[in-house]
């Protein structure tokens, strides 16, 4: 017996890991801008948002590669 029934599931996951990286390139946007920002008002140091964003962009860029097969 084949695993034909798995094809919409494999096709739906890739289109999701798809979606995942569009956000990704969105999510990366931001935090440069974050950076720019943060620098332009003189902060000094590494913002705690951009250690939270740059987390939250790998945990994503992981599930793109689970997704992708």
């Known amino acids: 017996m084949g695993e034909e029934w798995q094809e919409p599931y494999l096709d739906r996951?890739?289109?999701l890991a798809q979606s995942l990286e569009d956000f990704?390139?969105?999510l990366n946007e931001v935090i440069v801008d974050h950076l720019s920002t943060?620098?332009?008002n003189g902060h000094e140091?590494?913002?705690k948002l951009d250690k939270d964003l740059q987390t939250a962009?790998?945990?994503i860029e992981k599930a793109?590669?689970?997704l992708e097969r």
Do not use: F, K, N, S
């Open 13 to 15: 996951a890739d289109q």
């Open 24 to 26: 990704v390139q969105t």
């Open 38 to 40: 943060a620098l332009e």
């Open 45 to 47: 140091g590494r913002p």
């Open 57 to 59: 962009r790998r945990a």
């Open 64 to 66: 793109i590669h689970l």
